[in-house]
């Protein structure tokens, strides 16, 4: 049994509770070096100026945090605009996407955003899509996966920074700050 998290602080009762359930002793790695240290930046710049500071630095690939499914595609289309793929990117784009076969609807304004480099990730998204959002970006195709929380629950996909235009989130309709724990969950994906 294997157990990973970098957000459960003591996990003294689990190794126990493993230890008593199994009869056999349970290990605890708990001293791993990062390979990429969090760092922690606060901008009060446009999220649009921020992204293409972030793409001319280097930064790419970006998980850019967003709490709603409207807001998620709104935002990677309003940025879509920022980055460009060059003539290999484009080439493995659109061969990957004519293998896909996006129809109309969704599909149609998903491809145009993958040509320019950009994800969307959530849950209200076909399978088929995620997955394909999830291919170009583990080819490192995509500068920038704009996501709900999805890919904080553990889908492990490349990102240099995560983003998060803002830290608030609405939870049966009411607003509440992210808790800390939420938050280092997501921030952990850089990396």
Not at 10 to 18: G, P, Y
Not at 83 to 106: C, M, N, W, Y
Not at 121 to 128: D, F, M, N, T
Not at 161 to 180: G, H, I, W
Request: overall charge positive; hydrophobic content about 45%.
């Amino acid at each position: 049994f294997l157990l990973m998290s970098a957000t459960l602080g003591d996990v003294a009762f689990f190794q126990d509770e493993l230890t008593r359930r199994t009869g056999r002793p349970t290990a605890v790695v708990d001293d791993a070096v990062r390979p990429v240290p969090l760092r922690f930046e606060y901008h009060r710049t446009l999220l649009h100026h921020t992204v293409e500071e972030l793409l001319a630095q280097d930064a790419a690939q970006l998980y850019i945090v967003n709490f709603s499914q409207k807001d998620a595609v709104a935002q990677a289309s309003a940025l879509a605009s920022v980055t460009k793929l060059d003539e290999r990117g484009k080439a493995i784009v659109a061969e990957e996407l004519s293998q896909a076969k996006l129809p109309a609807g969704f599909g149609r304004d998903l491809a145009r955003l993958l040509r320019n480099g950009v994800g969307v990730h959530h849950a209200g998204i076909l399978p088929r899509y995620k997955q394909l959002v999830e291919k170009l970006t583990l080819d490192r195709l995509l500068k920038f996966v704009v996501s709900t929380e999805t890919i904080s629950a553990g889908i492990n996909l490349p990102a240099r920074r995560v983003v998060f235009p803002e830290l608030r989130k609405y939870v049966q309709k009411k607003a509440r700050l992210l808790t800390s724990a939420e938050y280092h969950q997501m921030a952990g994906r850089a990396g």
